[in-house]
């Protein structure tokens, strides 16, 4: 009879207890300045006065702090949960932010 060997997760590899409870604590400050950064780049965009065409598809603006702040954040977070939270809030600051007055305009 051959079993199965399950993966083992040590201790000191996780991030959350078996409790659920996270580990690795951040301060508030911290937090709050990440909060405060990936809202910033979330707003950046570059827009253009007139649309430029890329074959059939006319392109209004460039999300640029988007693309500068996946990266951040890949760079930043450690946990990958945290890391999709982050991910998640860009985004949708990102979408927001395009039909608001916000970005650099060219």
């Given at each position: 009879?051959?079993?199965?060997?399950k993966?083992?997760?040590?201790?000191?590899?996780?991030?959350?207890s078996?409790?659920?409870?996270e580990?690795?604590?951040?301060?508030?400050?911290?937090?709050?300045?990440?909060?405060?950064?990936?809202?910033?780049l979330?707003?950046?965009?570059?827009k253009?006065?007139?649309?430029?065409?890329?074959?059939?598809?006319?392109?209004?603006?460039?999300p640029v702090?988007?693309?500068?702040?996946?990266?951040?954040?890949?760079?930043?977070?450690?946990?990958?949960?945290?890391?999709?939270?982050?991910?998640?809030?860009?985004?949708?600051?990102?979408?927001?932010?395009y039909?608001?007055?916000a970005g650099?305009?060219?």
């Open positions: 009879m051959s079993r199965k060997h993966q083992r997760t040590y201790a000191r590899n996780r991030i959350f078996r409790r659920g409870n580990k690795l604590q951040e301060p508030d400050s911290s937090y709050l300045l990440k909060l405060v950064i990936v809202a910033i979330g707003t950046l965009w570059l253009f006065r007139t649309p430029a065409s890329a074959g059939a598809v006319a392109v209004n603006a460039l702090g988007l693309a500068a702040g996946v990266l951040l954040v890949h760079w930043l977070e450690t946990s990958p949960m945290n890391r999709k939270i982050w991910y998640a809030t860009l985004l949708i600051i990102a979408i927001v932010s039909f608001l007055p650099i305009v060219i």
